[in-house]
Each structure stands twice: as structure tokens, then as C-alpha cells.
């Protein structure tokens, strides 16, 4: 069977990112069907939109999507929130862990960051009002923008990170907010954090304010097996966690829906080493991972993922960002040998 997947490069180290990941799907023993779309700068550039039409109906006819890379563009809507939201992939998912072999701060780590996709700050609602004097003229201007929470989010979002902490045999979610200063809209995520934690009574729970799980992270992220936060946090938490193993180079994730599934590595572009060929494509590569568990492949799933651990754990080959000075497509091509040597 043929399993139709919507390859997006986008911009910069997207593009060499995503070949590594393509080149390891066809390396294994299943039919994709890649129908290529454009997003991100160069597309703006090219055809007057960051994302056309196209390109969202392209992934909202595919089993998932394969997401690069995209270089921002002042002034006009971010690609990959225009498809978290047309497709309603509410729950971004980042594992977060320690593998052998990287030189990180903490070496046993294996923990997971649920964030809310959809609202919060990130809804794009902003506006500027002009600030006018007695005679009419500007004296000031001030920027708005509207931090939407809703119940029906806050509470699906929670349901979600239960489920994973069942899934993956974790014994406690914790919710991380400030609705200590901000009331009404962190208050009803909390509220629907704890009205959802009713329904499994065997997982542990409690809560944080967003600025102590920052805090407890650098000092005793031991502790963490689930984190649930809403859509800023759980930006900010995670990538500041990646940092805790190894960088955004072995960050993966996956946004997730009841019918979209998008992966991606964390890491932004990188325009100063885009061209070079030396960028890390391990973070995409357990994006595919995630990837193929979504479509279900088990199989390939743990295959790819242990041929990524194994091959940072050998060291042999490894970009300039862990030491080395491979190439992007030599990790990936050690990455493939290693599937084969598992099969």
C-alpha cells in the first residue's frame, strides 16, 4: 500500500534536514508517496504567500505531513502555525531525552513536553492602536495581543497528555501555568488540568508555576515525567530542555491531531550554515520516528529510533554541532546502515 506523505523543506537547513529524512523513509521496507509543497520564505519570495492554499490542501490530503524548516518572514503568518491550525493538530509533542554518547548536562533524562498548538498567544490575534494627543496628533503607539484559552482546549490538551503518560508507563503529569498573575485565562487551563485528572486516579498530578518548571528543570528535571502547558510555555519549555540534552540538533516532535499528524525537528533554518551540508539531521530523524509510530509502522518506528541512538552512541560519525565534522548525509547514510544491521 502507498502511504501518501506531504514533504514540505521550506527554507534553509529544512531542505537538507528533510533529505536526510526522506532518504531513511526509503531505505526501509514501506511504499511513500511524497508529493512535495512550498512553505516559508523563498515561497513568499516566489509566489506573494508564505503558504499557499495548495500546500495546506496537499497535507490535508496526505496520511502526514514531513515538515523542514522555514526562515520567518516580517509581516506576513508563520507556515507551520497556519498548519497546526487548519489541520487541528492540537498537542505538540517533545520527547525530551538523554542518549549515550552526547556530552549533556544530565545523562538520564526521558521525559515528555505536551504543549497546547492551537491558541494562547499564538493565535495571532494583534492588533496596534494609535495613541493621539489633545490635538489629535500620534504620541504613542500600543501593540495588543489577545491570549486566547478556551475549556474545550485546555481540557482536550490535558486528556491527551494522560493518555501519553499511559502510553509511554509514566507515573505523573504535571501542569505547568501562571495563573497566579494570570487569572482568568491560566486559571480555566489549570481548572480543566485538574477536572481531566479525575478520570485517571492511578496517574500522579500537580502543578507549577511556568517560572519555577523553568527553574526545577536546571535543577531537578529528574522529577518531570509528563509536562502539560499551554502553547508559549510549552515553546519556551521546550526548547530550553533541549539544551539540557544536547540541543535543538536531537529535538524532535510531532503535532498531532484526531486526523493530522506534522513532524519536525525543533531547530529553526539556521541560515548561517544552510548550504554548508553540515547540519544535524538527527532531530529530524526521530521526527520520522514519531512519524512512522503515528502511521502505526511500530516496526520501522523503533528501527529508526534505535538506529539514531545507536549511531550517537558509537560516535564514529556525528556534524560539527557534537563535535564532529561529517556531512548531513553521512549521519543519515550511518543512520541507514544501522537499520539494515537491525533487520
Known amino acids: 500500500m502507498m502511504i501518501k506523505i506531504a514533504r514540505i523543506d521550506g527554507d534553509g537547513i529544512g531542505k537538507e534536514v528533510t533529505e536526510a529524512g526522506v532518504a531513511v523513509l526509503e531505505s526501509i521496507d514501506l511504499n511513500f508517496d511524497f508529493i512535495e509543497a512550498e512553505a516559508g520564505r523563498e515561497c513568499f519570495e516566489k509566489n506573494g504567500t508564505t503558504i499557499p492554499e495548495e500546500t495546506i490542501k496537499i497535507a490535508k490530503n496526505a496520511k502526514a505531513t514531513l515538515f523542514g524548516a522555514i526562515t520567518s518572514t516580517p509581516g506576513q503568518k508563520s507556515p507551520i502555525i ?17 542518549f549515550k554518547g552526547i556530552n549533556c548536562l544530565f545523562d538520564d533524562l526521558d521525559f515528555l513536553i505536551v504543549r497546547e498548538n492551537t491558541e494562547g498567544l499564538y493565535s495571532g490575534n494583534e492588533s496596534i492602536e494609535e495613541i493621539k494627543s489633545e490635538d489629535n496628533s500620534i504620541i504613542d503607539k500600543k501593540a495588543i495581543a489577545h491570549r486566547v484559552i478556551t475549556k474545550k482546549a485546555s481540557e482536550r490538551i490535558s486528556k491527551l497528555a494522560f493518555e501519553e503518560a499511559i502510553k509511554l508507563n509514566k507515573e505523573s503529569v504535571t501542569c505547568a501555568h501562571k495563573a497566579n498573575v494570570l ?12 477536572k481531566v485528572a479525575k478520570d485517571y486516579p492511578n496517574i500522579k498530578t500537580n502543578d507549577y508555576y511556568v517560572d519555577a518548571t523553568a527553574m526545577y528543570l536546571l535543577t531537578k528535571p529528574q522529577e518531570f515525567d509528563v509536562i502539560v502547558t499551554s502553547n508559549l510555555f510549552g515553546d519556551i519549555l521546550s526548547d530550553a530542555s533541549a539544551g539540557l540534552v544536547g540541543g535543538l540538533g536531537l529535538a524532535p516532535s510531532g503535532n498531532i491531531g484526531d486526523e493530522h499528524g506534522i513532524f519536525e525537528p525543533v531547530h ?8 554548508n551540508n553540515i547540519s544535524n539531521p538527527i532531530a529530524m530523524l526521530l521526527s520520522v520516528s514519531m512519524m512512522l509510530e503515528y502511521l502505526n509502522e511500530d516496526y520501522w518506528a523503533d528501527k529508526v529510533r534505535t538506529a539514531c541512538e545507536n549511531v550517537l552512541e558509537k560516535g564514529k560519525v556525528k556534524t560539527p554541532d557534537l563535535g564532529g565534522n561529517d556531512k548531513t548525509m553521512d549521519v543519515a547514510n550511518e543512520v541507514i546502515k544501522e537499520i539494515k544491521n537491525l533487520c
Open 82 to 98: 497556519t498548519l497546526r491550525q487548519e489541520l487541528d493538530t492540537y498537542a505538540n509533542l517533545r520527547p525530551i531525552k538523554s
Open 183 to 194: 487569572k482568568k485565562t491560566d486559571g480555566v487551563f489549570k481548572e480543566s488540568f485538574y
Open 268 to 275: 529553526g533554518s539556521a541560515p548561517d550554515i544552510a548550504g
